[in-house]
């Protein structure tokens, strides 16, 4: 009897162990490659912070700046330019999709004014490198500019 006891807690303890490891937080999936320096001819510079599953992105045109979501090959987020950063003049959605082919890393990017109507397909980027410059990486760390979508 006693050893049945011994036997039926360490199955529990087993049990117990896998359900409990198997609650804890997922590990995000590395970054596909979007991390870096981009480049925009319709909206300039784009400098991409990856942390886990969460995306921020700061480009030229109008002091934009991106909170998105990391799945797979795609960031979907919410931009926001100067000077309000609200809808819908200066706010919207935008859906990133990354390429990697061989050497070659491209985003396509559909975005739209605040959270309705048709998306438009000209945010397209191109890679220029993994270096962000140091004013840059300071700037991420200002969180009033990475506005979630409301």
């Not at 199955?11 to 409990?20: D, K, R, S, T, Y």
């Not at 330019?81 to 050497?103: I, M, W």
Request: charged share 20%; glycine share 14%.
């Amino acid at each position: 009897m006693n050893r049945f006891r011994r036997l039926s807690a360490v199955g529990v303890a087993i049990v117990l162990g896998l359900v409990v490891g198997g609650c804890g937080t997922a590990k995000a999936a590395p970054d596909p490659g979007f991390a870096g320096h981009w480049t925009s001819s319709q909206w300039g510079e784009h400098y991409i912070l990856v942390d886990g599953a969460t995306t921020k992105i700061i480009y030229e045109h109008d002091d934009g700046r991106i909170l998105g979501v990391l799945d797979g090959s795609k960031v979907t987020g919410w931009w926001t330019e100067s000077p309000s950063r609200q809808p819908t003049r200066d706010a919207g959605t935008v859906t990133f999709t990354l390429t990697v082919s061989g050497d070659t890393r491209t985003i396509d990017g559909e975005w739209r004014y605040g959270a309705d109507g048709n998306p438009r397909q000209n945010w397209d980027l191109t890679w220029v490198g993994a270096d962000i410059p140091a004013d840059i990486v300071a700037r991420f760390s200002d969180a009033t500019g990475f506005v979630r979508h409301p």
